[in-house]
T-cell receptor, first 117, second 113 residues
Framework: EAGVAQSPRYKIIEKRQSVAFWCNPISGHATLYWYQQILGQGPKLLIQ????????DSQLPKDRFSAERLKGVDSTLKIQPAKLEDSAVYLCASSPPGGRRSGNTIYFGEGSWLTVV | KQEVTQIPAALSVPEGENLVLNCSFT??????LQWFRQDPGKGLTSLLLIQSSQREQTSGRLNASLDKSSGRSTLYIAASQPGDSATYLC????????????FGTGTRLTVIP
């Protein structure tokens, strides 16, 4: 079974530039998550999708971050304009159907590493 | 707001030693708790998942315990090996709210050959 795919794996941009990350979840997984992991910290949820609807985006800095999952499958996370503090790993994850109380685990991709200089 | 803390932040042990990693969480109303492993430059791999009704889970040399009332979990690694070197993260899923995980900051483990 193919895992969660993310691209690009690494990106270096200058501050105020824009960047986009792509994620393709495991086939059949209805829920997709974007997490931000700053060096030395645990991942923090940015946004959660259930199919193509947003479940939780309370931690997403909406003035510069946007995400979409138009067809309920793959997703794109965009940052525009980037700031130095956006340097982090952006982890995409997915989980199978089962509702909020699903005991199923969440499967993570290998992450997209962003450095803003 | 749920806060998850892991102690120690870093740990070095000689190969063969048994070790314990600690995780604490502030809100005991959790649905489950997971331990993840993260290798440098890689994503997260789930190691063990403990439902709130369970007290422990075992997989090979790993044993995770959960004391929900005190807000604590431990990950026990027996007979450590250099290949166990990684960062270990614990995460809790709450009973209410969206189906996402709250992570600790991790413990970076180094097993010295």
């Amino acid at each position: 079974e193919a895992g969660v795919a993310q691209s690009p794996r690494y990106k270096i941009i200058e501050k105020r530039q824009s960047v986009a990350f792509w994620c393709n979840p495991i086939s059949g997984h209805a829920t997709l998550y974007w997490y931000q992991q700053i060096l030395g910290q645990g991942p923090k949820l940015l946004i959660q999708f259930q199919n193509n609807g947003v479940v939780d985006d309370s931690q997403l800095p909406k003035d510069r971050f946007s995400a979409e999952r138009l067809k309920g499958v793959d997703s794109t996370l965009k940052i525009q304009p980037a700031k130095l503090e956006d340097s982090a790993v952006y982890l995409c994850a997915s989980s199978p159907p089962g509702g909020r109380r699903s005991g199923n685990t969440i499967y993570f991709g290998e992450g997209s590493w962003l450095t803003v200089v | 707001k749920q806060e998850v803390t892991q102690i120690p932040a870093a740990l070095s042990v000689p190969e063969g030693e048994n070790l314990v990693l600690n995780c604490s969480f502030t809100d005991s109303a959790i649905y489950n708790l997971q331990w993840f492993r993260q290798d440098p430059g890689k994503g997260l791999t789930s190691l063990l998942l403990i439902q709130s009704s369970q007290r422990e889970q075992t997989s090979g040399r790993l044993n995770a315990s959960l004391d929900k009332s005190s807000g604590r979990s431990t990950l026990y690694i027996a007979a450590s090996q250099p290949g166990d070197s990684a960062t270990y993260l614990c995460a809790v899923k709450e009973q209410t709210g969206a189906n996402n995980l709250f992570f600790g900051t991790g413990t970076r483990l180094t097993v010295i050959p």
